[in-house]
């Protein structure tokens, strides 16, 4: 029983003791800032992508339901994206912090569901429920224009001290902390159900291609899928223990440098941007008053080290003196957000009016769609053209050894008694395939001839051959046939059974 009573002591004590909100403004000023870089892009297609006049793609229609979101005019569309701008700023400052941050919630999530082509990502999913447990929470009660005026208020009681920072309960936080941590275990979770992750399949192909943004890196690692196979265990285990291991103790100081690392490996070899900040921003809520204080310290031994950092502080204070001084703007805080969002909604129909996406002010009327080209229509309209041999066909890759059914070590020179491993890595979709391996000689003679088959759901084939000694030293080639169709070849060299070994 008194077990029993400690547990539950404890748990009410992780989610109700008070502190001083110091992670819920970082990641309140952070959060929209990140957001920006996703809605400012938008705002000059935001009639073509959201609203009736152009082409929605709502996420309900997947699901059945046509017409579950309102699709309004380009006008009000306009109104809203600007109310949504401007909610991300007046949240960044903590003005009205929990009214922005709940205004910014439903606006985004709306958006996002009306555009699931490219709105509609995981990192709005996850803002959306950061959002919503921000417009909830005491987020604005330090370092915002909120605090300010509280603060002001405060300063004309000649009883209450002159500045003091408000606690609140900690729960708001711990359902961030939750919330990154469950989408990791989700995350694990999945990739454990996901064969060719382990394989390194997917990371390969997704460090090829360039469908966020050029990343070099990823081109170079691509070529090493036994490494890729490492880094994707490590990203399982480190995914299913964070949950367990980024609480306040000695774990968190491995497990949240591992994911900020983890995050931009992302950048470097995925092209991924946004993800990664929004992650960031969720990482945020693990400071608490201890790494404040840890971190105050440290700033104010570097304020005692350099005269200029101490002058930009007494220039701050005397700044808000300055403000301070004049109660008379206390008053208007509310107020003036209220009646700023007309006036916003305003000039965005305004702006959104002069960039006249369609051209129904020009004076050749409105953008008429241009015919195309004949032969280009019947290149789109024939049928689709078979998939050739070689476009079937990755990488032939040789070796001696595998490791989690990779190559482990690539090479092209092998000595004589050496059984060697030509593996094939295909490009999926294809069909069911008889892949037949010969080796020749110079003199373009078969001295091997290996056949495996390659069903349509393999995404490589293994064809093994020795290295006998009849097959002189020399240069051999290895051809790769398909259906009696030649498809590539690869060049390997023989090498004595005893003797200095050739370099690759």
Not at 11 to 24: A, C, K
Not at 36 to 61: H, I, K, N
Request: aromatic fraction near 12%.
């Amino acid at each position: 029983m008194m077990n029993s009573e400690s547990a539950v002591s404890r748990i009410r004590r992780f989610f109700y003791d008070t502190e001083i909100p110091f992670g819920l403004a970082i990641c309140r000023i952070c959060l929209p800032l990140v957001l920006m870089g996703m809605v400012l892009p938008r705002w000059s297609v935001c009639r073509e992508l959201y609203s009736a006049d152009g082409a929605t793609g709502q996420l309900s229609v997947g699901f059945g339901y046509i017409d579950l979101l309102p699709e309004l005019s380009g006008s009000a569309v306009a109104a809203l994206y600007a109310i949504l701008m401007f909610s991300l700023v007046t949240l960044c400052v903590g003005w009205c912090s929990r009214i922005s941050a709940f205004v910014v919630c439903v606006l985004m999530s709306y958006f996002s569901m009306l555009d699931c082509v490219s709105t509609m990502t995981k990192y709005t999913a996850m803002c959306s429920h950061m959002l919503l447990i921000l417009s909830v929470s005491q987020c604005g009660s330090i370092w915002s224009v909120d605090s300010w005026l509280t603060n002001r208020r405060r300063n004309l009681d000649p009883t209450q001290p002159t500045f003091a920072y408000p606690r609140s309960a900690a729960w708001p936080r711990r359902l961030l902390q939750f919330h990154m941590a469950c989408v990791y275990f989700g995350a694990g979770v999945t990739k454990i159900h996901t064969p060719t992750f382990f394989t390194g399949d997917q990371l390969q192909y997704w460090m090829l291609t360039h469908l966020n943004y050029q990343h070099r890196l990823g081109e170079l690692l691509s070529g090493y899928p036994v490494l890729l196979v490492a880094f994707g265990y490590i990203t399982v285990v480190w995914e299913l223990s964070f949950i367990f291991c980024s609480w306040k103790s000695a774990w968190r100081n491995f497990v949240l440098p591992i994911g900020v690392l983890f995050h931009f490996m992302t950048t470097l070899t995925l092209g991924l941007l946004m993800f990664p900040m929004v992650c960031y921003c969720g990482y945020l809520s693990f400071i608490d008053e201890d790494d404040v204080q840890q971190s105050s310290a440290w700033l104010r031994r570097q304020l005692r080290r350099f005269a200029s950092l101490k002058q930009a502080e007494s220039q701050l204070i005397a700044l808000r003196n300055w403000m301070g001084d004049r109660p008379q703007w206390q008053q208007a805080g509310r107020i003036a957000f209220v009646v700023a969002l007309p006036l916003v909604a305003m000039a965005g129909i305004g702006a959104e009016h002069q960039l006249d996406v369609y051209g129904e002010r020009r004076t050749e009327g409105r953008h008429q769609l241009a015919a195309i080209d004949p032969a280009r229509a019947r290149e789109l309209l024939a049928p689709v053209t078979p998939h050739r041999d070689i476009d079937k066909f990755f990488a032939v890759d040789m070796g001696t050894f595998l490791a989690s059914d990779l190559i482990a070590h690539r090479r092209t020179s092998f000595r004589q008694g050496e059984n060697v491993i030509a593996q094939c890595s295909l490009i999926p979709p294809h069909e069911d395939m008889v892949i037949e391996c010969k080796i020749r000689d110079t003199e373009n003679r078969v001295v091997n001839k290996r056949v495996e088959i390659a069903t349509r759901e393999m995404f490589r084939v293994n064809l093994r051959f020795p290295i006998t000694d009849d097959m002189r030293p020399g240069d051999y080639m290895l051809h790769i046939e398909t259906a009696g169709r030649h498809v590539l070849k690869k060049k390997f060299t023989v090498l004595p059974k005893f003797g200095t070994v050739a370099s690759r």
